[in-house]
């Protein structure tokens, strides 16, 4: 792996065995950079982190590593199998590993500035397990890590919205989209957005989905495409104009779908739904307001 990038960026690196801090030590030496590096370890989701096993070769390196000047070491960090189940007995025992390593490592002369292992689910639920600092992901979403606990006072943050491309009038008997696997029973009016399943509007919400224009729930017809897809406007006298702010889903506070929404409708977690957005949708972020309850 070749550091030197984001060695010259100012970006701090978690390394995970002893050839990755091998090459973070060459690249510190070609960029005359320090490394200011973070140990990941397993305590038992068996996915990325040094094994126990290696973790003693690691912190020797480590220390060489140090006293070269090389890096200075900034945390150690492990991950939680079971943070969605704060009862679960696995949690304490990954603490109880954690809280050895750490104590490992002071005794082998290797001193971290920080130790943490809680994700959103432990940070909101077990505080006993919070150590020097946390790392909350999908709590930061205003979406809650337990939803057997309910909102947790969490108020949903993202909000993904586009601008209506095209107004039209169909026929009744018409159909929409790719296979025409909708057709127009009435007389009825269309909107086109331009986002698609390039962008993260999963494919399969095609006639699913709903979207909120001008305040009113409109619901997706026929197949979602590449980078569009149709909603109905309903008949009569057309109420949304090119232009016009349609929201996919967002806090629901204005009667908009939710991440979750998506989610129950995909079978899948609002995790997978708020990290889909891409392609030509543009993530803003907004400094944030205290909402009342």
Known sequence: IDFGPALLADVQIAVSSERQLDDLVDAARRTGRTAAVTVKVDTGLNRNGVPPAQYPALLTALRRAVAEEAIVLRGLMSHMVYADEPANPVNNLQAQRFAALLAQARDQGVRFDVAHLSNSSATM???????????????????????????????PAM???????????????????????????????????PVGYADGIFRSLGGRLE??????????????????????????????AEGDEAILFGSGASGEPTAQDWADLLGTIHYEVVTSPRGRITRTYREARTVES
Not at 163 to 191: M, P
Not at 218 to 238: A, E, H, N, T, Y
């Open 125 to 155: 639920s077990r505080p006993d397990l919070a150590f020097d600092m946390v790392r909350p992901g999908i709590a930061i979403y205003g979406l809650s890590p337990v939803p057997e606990r309910g909102d947790m006072g969490l108020v």
């Open 159 to 193: 909000t993904v919205k586009c601008s209506v491309a095209l107004v039209k009038s169909i026929r009744a008997g018409e159909s929409v989209s790719y296979g025409h696997t909708w057709t127009a029973q009435r007389d009825t009016n269309l909107a086109l957005l």
């Open 211 to 240: 979207v909120l224009i001008n305040g009113s729930r409109r619901p997706g017809v026929g197949r979602i495409c590449m980078d569009q897809f149709v909603v109905d406007l309903g008949p009569g006298r057309i109420d949304v």
